[in-house]
Each structure stands twice: as C-alpha cells, then as structure tokens.
C-alpha cells in the first residue's frame, strides 16, 4: 500500500522560503519509472501543478516557478523535499505531494495534504 | 503550457441522473488524460487515465472517453458519494496541467 505525507510549516512570513517534506512508503524512488510528483491548491480554487522528480534524479519544473522551485530526494530515508523561495501571499494553498504512475506520471496516489499559509 | 478548459464549471444534478463533465484541451495530447474526484477537504482521487482506463476500485459507474483536443467524464447514474469536484489534467508534455475544475452539487 503506496502512502505520503506532507510537513512542514503552517505559517511562513513574506519573502521567506518554504521547506516541505513528503515521507512515503509503500515504493522504492530509486526503481525505474517511478515518481513523486508537488500540486498545489489555494483555498477555494483548482489544482495547480508544481513539479516532479524522478527515479534517476531528474526533474521537471512549472515554467512559472521554475526560478524558485527544487525538489530533491533522499532515497534513503522515503522522503522528497519541496523548497520554494520568495513566498508571498499567493503562495498560500495546500500542499500535495503524489505518487506517480511508472512511466506515465499523472498522480495515483496523493498524500492528505499541508496548508501552508503565508501572512506577516 | 496547455490549456485544459472544463465545461461546465458547475451545475446540480439528483441522485441517479447521468451526469457527462467535458474537457477540452488547447492542443492535441492523444490520450493522455487523467480525471480525479475531490470531495470537500480532502486529496484528489484518480478516477481514470488514458482517457478511458478505470483506475483500480472505482466504480463502474464512472467512464472516460475522447482523444486528440476532446474528452469526457460520464457518472452513469450519480450516488450521494459522487457530488464533488472533478479535475482533468493532461500528461502529454510539462507542465502536467490541470482543468479549473468542475463542481457537482445536489439538486
């Protein structure tokens, strides 16, 4: 059974930098074809997709983000970290981090979500 | 980045009636799609992907059709369980974008 979760801080002040973890179980990030992907929700509105990393290290960035967005991974320990910097109020959503599926990576599996709230 | 719009963004619906959500895209992504359900506070859920395949454990009451720019949800016969959002996002090419949504809400 594939699990996530997300944490991290619920509060973070404008131009400050967020740090989030996801923590899974249930896969390997190191076998082929595997994935773990960063959407995001602000209150009331729709999906928004941030980025992924893959088994091999790779990533992919939303061009809009691109400028303040890594992810990184540590097999290791099942986690994936999510660092933005700069944020500011728009910033403010839930946090998802997903499981993708092999080689295809849409999400099948969503952690419960974080919300992060940006405010002075 | 592609351009996924929903139609309609929202409307009601009665318990049993058959309920069809479109999605159309701004470029052809053959069929590579994806439809998830959001319920009120809680993650989005994979309902189906390439368009037409039910994701494991979802009802049969859920399908998924189209390909090329235009696709569609159909809920066969809606259950209390089914009033919710619903999001297509396309995989085609990055970003994976998704729809603005559209919401179910009870009649």
């Known amino acids: 059974q594939i699990t996530l979760k997300e944490s991290g801080p619920t509060l973070v002040k404008p131009t400050q930098p967020l740090t989030l973890t996801c923590t899974f179980s249930?896969?390997?990030?190191?076998?082929?074809?595997?994935?773990v992907g960063w959407i995001r929700q602000p209150p009331g509105k729709a999906l928004e997709w941030l980025g992924l990393i893959f088994w091999d290290d790779d990533t992919r960035y939303s061009p809009s983000l691109s400028n303040r967005l890594t992810i990184t991974k540590d097999t290791s320990k099942n986690q994936v970290v999510l660092t933005m910097t700069d944020l500011g109020p728009v910033d403010t959503a839930t946090y998802y981090c997903?499981?993708?599926?092999?080689?295809?990576?849409?999400?099948?599996?969503w952690g419960q979500g974080t919300l992060v709230t940006v405010s002075s | 980045a592609i351009r996924l719009t929903q139609s309609p963004s929202s409307f009601s619906a009665s318990t049993g009636d058959r309920v069809t959500i479109t999605c159309r895209a701004s470029l052809d992504i053959s069929t590579y799609l994806a439809w998830y359900q959001q319920e009120p506070g809680k993650a989005p859920k994979l309902l189906i992907y390439t368009a037409s395949t039910l994701q494991s454990g979802v009802p049969s009451r859920f399908s998924g059709s189209g390909s090329g720019t235009d696709f569609t949800l159909t809920i066969s016969r809606l259950q209390s369980e089914d009033f919710a959002t619903y999001y297509c996002?396309?995989?085609?090419?990055?970003?994976?974008?998704f729809g603005q949504g559209t919401k179910v809400e009870m009649k």
């Open positions: 997903a499981h993708t599926f092999p080689h295809f990576y849409f999400f099948d599996s």
């Open positions: 996002q396309q995989f085609y090419t990055y970003p994976h974008t």
């Open positions: 249930g896969f390997s990030l190191s076998a082929k074809g595997v994935g």
